[in-house]
């Protein structure tokens, strides 16, 4: 369950694909939350276990503020969600971890790499780009029309350079 990792796109066209998270599936049923509590807890307790579920809590808490981050999840079969409705599963990721220390994170290289490829340049202009203008289809065509427009002016400025030059 611990098992969480960030993957970056790799190869010649890893600029046109997606970075992401391979986390393990977690079902949720209504003895998930007493069972995380309670592993919580004896990790707390006991100073020479390690705490892996601690810092499961806080990612899984770090991920899921509301109930379409749990869609979210589902969509992508990490979630497997069994309570009921997507508000009560937010619920338990929200406060699993209150009033719990957490000495040391174990997620912190991944978010760490995830945070350091959300600050590369070329991530950065997909995201705005994705979110100004294709963020409807009136404005995706748009753009598309806009840049055939770009390239066709482009082909007609050349070839009128290379006319006057003849």
């Known amino acids: 369950m611990i098992n969480v990792k960030f993957v970056k796109p790799q190869g010649l066209l890893r600029w046109f694909h997606r970075a992401g998270f391979e986390i393990p599936t977690l079902s949720i049923f209504d003895g998930t939350k007493p069972l995380l509590r309670n592993l919580i807890a004896f990790e707390q307790c006991c100073c020479a276990v390690p705490r892996s579920m601690t810092s499961y809590g806080f990612f899984m808490d770090t991920l899921i503020n509301s109930a379409e981050d749990v869609k979210l999840l589902e969509k992508a079969e990490i979630l497997h969600n069994y309570l009921g409705t997507s508000e009560e599963a937010s619920d ?65 400025t050349i070839c009128s350079v290379l006319a006057y030059y003849k």
């Open 92 to 156: 338990l990721f929200n406060n699993i971890c209150k009033e719990v220390v957490l000495g040391r994170f174990y997620f912190e290289k991944t978010c760490e790499a995830a945070g350091n490829h959300c600050r590369e340049p070329w991530p950065r202009f997909l995201a705005s780009l994705k979110h100004d203008y294709f963020a409807n289809p009136c404005t995706g065509m748009a753009v598309f029309a806009a840049i055939f427009i770009f390239g066709f002016m482009i082909v007609q």
